[in-house]
């Protein structure tokens, strides 16, 4: 508040800085959604700044730099999941949004490519941020799935597309063990029996799978 007027620090956005580098240099580090943007003019207060190759006081700045062109990355993924497990993508690495939100762009294409993809597309075209979970259900097995995603700033400048293809595996074979009384049964006695899942590929049973379970007994 020393040098700007309050309009002025809004226009910095959440959280900004500004220290004196040298006794020529006032530097201003824009917070998270800044509204400044190249070639605005920076105000000063009142006769507050001088300038010693000039008597009067100095009553603005302008901005000056390069447009900013956005990157984003992908966080690696497994090339092969299984099927339950569904997807999860995550794009928020980014650089070059100039400390304000960026807008993002998903799209998927498949192998073979006459798989249908609209339970995919729907997902993914109401997807504002950087994170995308696709269920099973929507996961054909044997499938390739690319996915891709790019980035725009608020300068309008897009990034190059990042992109990472993964192929849906059945799941593995689910085997049971029944657990029974140690002591043979006998007719006149309840008995509480217990099962253990497990996969044959050693993949663990996740507590959130859909496992539907039908008990029989079998008369001797």
């Given amino acids: 508040t020393t040098f700007f007027d309050l309009i002025i620090l809004i226009q910095f956005g959440d959280s900004?800085?500004?220290?004196?580098?040298?006794?020529?240099?006032?530097?201003?580090?824009l917070g998270s959604n800044a509204t400044f943007n190249i070639g605005d003019v920076i105000s000063f207060r009142p006769n507050i700044i001088h300038s010693p190759q000039s008597s009067s006081p100095l009553s603005g700045a302008p901005i000056i730099?390069?447009?900013?062109?956005?990157?984003?990355?992908?966080s690696r993924v497994p090339p092969i999941v299984h099927v339950s497990d569904g997807i999860s993508l995550d794009a928020s690495n980014v650089a070059g949004g100039g400390?304000?939100?960026?807008?993002?762009?998903?799209?998927?294409?498949?192998v073979p490519t006459n798989i249908n993809l609209t339970a995919i597309m729907t997902i993914l075209e109401q997807t504002?941020?950087?994170?995308?979970?696709?269920?099973?259900?929507?996961?054909?097995?044997g499938a390739e799935y690319v996915f891709s995603v790019s980035v725009t700033n608020f300068f309008g400048e897009t990034s190059q597309v990042a992109v990472q293809s993964?192929?849906?595996?059945?799941d593995d074979v689910l085997l049971v063990t029944i657990l029974l009384p140690s002591s043979p049964l006998t007719s006149n006695v309840n008995y509480t029996l217990d099962s253990i899942l497990s996969y044959g590929g050693g993949r663990t049973v996740s507590l959130n799978e859909d496992i539907s379970y039908a008990w029989?007994?079998?008369?001797p």
């Fill in 216 to 219: 029989s007994a079998i008369p």
């Fill in 16 to 29: 900004p800085s500004c220290a004196w580098a040298s006794n020529q240099m006032l530097v201003v580090v």
């Fill in 99 to 110: 400390g304000r939100p960026v807008e993002y762009t998903w799209s998927v294409t498949s």
């Fill in 128 to 141: 504002m941020g950087p994170y995308v979970t696709i269920p099973s259900s929507a996961l054909i097995i």
């Fill in 65 to 74: 730099g390069d447009v900013l062109v956005p990157m984003v990355s992908m």
């Fill in 166 to 170: 993964i192929r849906v595996a059945a």
